[in-house]
């Protein structure tokens, strides 16, 4: 007996299908199906439970996490402040390959007056560096001169290490910008999908603006039984930032209950 092939599904029933389908599974559908974008974009998604977070949000009990991460040769070791940040998600910001915050009016300056702009930030970071350094070094004078049960309590000196550190990467990415040099590592576009104790990690090579996972929503009519915008704590600027995710496509619809 012979299986018959499954026949794709013409486009207005697939509108249909797609009226339906469980969001977090539609989500899917439109990072990966490309034929299905056109029907994610048109016909209404329902969300009986959104939060809107400063650094993810969370479908019908789902969280969505985007972040940039770093990934070094095995031969060479992971900066601390590298692997804490790409512990905790990643960048939430749009970067250059050197792991610059991005900023678009570069693009259009020329490149002599990016140089100088970089070299004055270099500067600054020194002088910042150094003030962290002398802080640090006063932090294990005092540690010194106190009773050891009272150490814990003085001790700051390893977060202290931790921001020299990071500041030193920071002016190591200014100075292989000004050379062009090539950086030690390669930058990944990471998406974290958690449902309880499931957790599911997607990477690919960043090459995009951060700004393009936000596409997810664009251009959809969505229906949000229940909607939080901000931290877990109630927002009390809701009802204006509604008005404009209203103007931009979002609406709350209490029939969505």
Same mark, same amino acid.
């Given at each position: 007996?012979?299986?018959?092939?499954?026949?794709?599904?013409?486009?207005?029933?697939?509108?249909? !299908?797609?009226?339906?389908? /469980?969001?977090?599974?539609?989500?899917?559908?439109?990072?990966?199906?490309?034929?299905?974008?056109?029907?994610?974009?048109?016909?209404? !998604?329902?969300?009986?439970?959104?939060?809107?977070?400063?650094?993810?949000?969370?479908?019908?009990?789902?969280?969505?996490?985007?972040?940039?991460?770093?990934?070094?040769?095995?031969?060479?070791?992971?900066?601390?402040?590298? @692997?804490?940040?790409?512990?905790?998600?990643?960048?939430?910001?749009?970067?250059?390959?050197?792991?610059?915050?991005?900023?678009?009016?570069?693009? +259009?300056?020329? +490149?002599?007056?990016?140089? #100088?702009?970089?070299?004055?930030?270099?500067?600054?970071?020194?002088?910042?560096?150094?003030?962290?350094?002398?802080?640090?070094?006063? *932090?294990?004078?005092?540690? &010194?001169?106190?009773?050891?049960?009272? @150490? *814990? &309590?003085?001790?700051?000196?390893?977060?202290?290490?931790?921001?020299?550190?990071?500041?030193?990467?920071? $002016?190591?990415?200014?100075?292989?910008? #000004?050379?062009?040099? *090539?950086?030690?590592?390669?930058?990944?576009?990471?998406?974290?999908?958690?449902?309880?104790?499931?957790?599911?990690?997607?990477?690919? /090579?960043?090459?995009?603006?951060?700004?393009?996972?936000?596409?997810?929503?664009?251009?959809?009519?969505? *229906? !949000?039984?229940?909607?939080? $915008?901000?931290?877990?704590?109630?927002?009390?600027?809701?009802?204006?930032?509604?008005?404009?995710?209203?103007?931009?496509?979002?609406?709350?619809?209490?029939?969505?209950?």
């Amino acid at each position: 007996m012979t299986t018959r092939r499954p026949q794709p599904l013409f486009y207005d029933t697939l509108k249909c !299908v797609g009226l339906y389908l /469980e969001p977090n599974l539609r989500f899917q559908l439109y990072l990966r199906c490309p034929g299905f974008r056109s029907v994610h974009k048109t016909q209404a !998604v329902r969300i009986q439970d959104l939060k809107m977070r400063p650094n993810n949000f969370e479908v019908n009990g789902t969280v969505f996490n985007v972040g940039i991460i770093r990934k070094y040769p095995t031969t060479t070791p992971t900066p601390k402040p590298v @692997k804490l940040s790409n512990s905790g998600g990643g960048i939430q910001h749009d970067v250059d390959r050197y792991g610059i915050r991005a900023d678009e009016r570069e693009e +259009e300056n020329q +490149e002599m007056a990016v140089a #100088m702009r970089d070299a004055t930030r270099i500067a600054r970071l020194e002088e910042s560096l150094q003030w962290i350094v002398r802080r640090r070094e006063r *932090q294990r004078w005092d540690v &010194r001169m106190v009773r050891d049960r009272e @150490k *814990q &309590r003085w001790d700051v000196v390893p977060d202290l290490d931790l921001q020299i550190e990071a500041k030193r990467l920071e $002016i190591l990415a200014y100075r292989m910008r #000004m050379t062009n040099q *090539q950086p030690p590592f390669t930058q990944y576009l990471q998406l974290t999908i958690t449902n309880g104790t499931v957790q599911n990690v997607e990477r690919l /090579e960043y090459n995009k603006n951060l700004k393009y996972t936000s596409k997810i929503f664009a251009g959809a009519k969505v *229906q !949000v039984g229940r909607l939080q $915008i901000g931290k877990d704590k109630f927002n009390s600027l809701l009802g204006r930032v509604l008005h404009r995710a209203e103007e931009g496509g979002l609406t709350q619809d209490p029939l969505c209950h």
